[in-house]
């Protein structure tokens, strides 16, 4: 069983830059990838990024590469999603979750366990 709480998310202009965490309870988070979500009103949930348990691999959305950096310190069972150059589209609630198999499916139905999200408004 591993529980997942995001924190880091607000309000910030077009432009600008958060951080989000994600901080994970249970001895085994070091054994799943993890993966950042977002969901916006209206819409789908769908895939940001996502991060193997070494932190070897990484994967992005065509939307958020170039912008969004996902990186993992398994000694805090944290997951990070820095945001920089964050536009008005990004505005969603974001979730992390965990994969007990590879990050390359980036299907939702792949993870098991997922947080409660944060929310990210990014204004125009």
């Known amino acids: 069983q591993v529980q997942l709480v995001e924190s880091g998310g607000g309000l910030v202009q077009a432009g600008g830059s958060l951080r989000l965490s994600c901080a994970a309870s249970?001895?085994?988070?070091?054994?799943?990838?993890m993966g950042w979500f977002r969901q916006a009103p209206g819409k789908e949930r769908e895939f940001v990024a996502a991060i193997s348990w070494s932190g070897g691999s990484t994967y992005y959305a065509d939307s958020v590469k170039g912008r969004f950096t996902i990186s993992r310190n398994n000694a805090k069972n944290t997951v990070y999603l820095q945001m920089n150059g964050l536009k008005p589209e990004d505005t969603a609630v974001y979730y992390c979750?965990?994969?007990?198999?590879?990050?390359?499916?980036?299907?939702?139905?792949?993870?098991?366990?997922w947080g409660q999200g944060t929310q990210v408004t990014v204004s125009s």
């Open positions: 979750a965990a994969n007990p198999s590879a990050p390359d499916d980036r299907r939702p139905t792949r993870y098991d366990y």
């Open positions: 249970g001895r085994t988070f070091s054994r799943y990838s």
